[in-house]
């Protein structure tokens, strides 16, 4: 596990996928199944949406819901989005390069010409 305190230290995606398979051997003692994870991180999706349904759109708070952050919400996506990474070898962040190459190709003018944008 990394020497990184996430508290006090900017984290690259290296470090946090460093950090949470080093909280999930020692702490969580293993990981949950792929298929788990998958169905877990589609649980947290709904919680950010559920929470962004009320700040942003037009749901009123539940008593259930108050109290909720969206940064935490978004932070468990995070983790759990980590996890699956961690489990099945992906390397996040030549993931997230290769997908600016790919974006950067493929939109270089996509967004630019699209009137719905401007």
Known sequence: MSDTNPATSP????????????????TGVRYFSE??????????????ARLMSRLY?????????????????????????????NQTGVDLTAALEK??????IRDAARHQENEKLR
Do not use: H, P, Y
């Not at 984290?11 to 020692?26: F, H, K, M």
């Not at 997908?99 to 950067?104: A, E, L, P, S």
């Open 57 to 85: 759109g037009d749901q009123s708070f539940k008593e259930s819901d108050k109290g909720k952050e969206l940064s935490d919400e978004l932070a468990d996506v995070l983790w759990v989005l980590i996890c699956i990474a």
């Open 99 to 104: 997908n600016f190459t790919k974006k950067t």
């Open 35 to 48: 298929l788990t994870n998958m169905a877990i991180l589609t649980e947290e999706v709904g919680e950010v």
């Open 11 to 26: 984290l690259s995606i290296r470090q946090a996928q460093d950090l949470v398979d080093g909280w999930i051997r020692t």
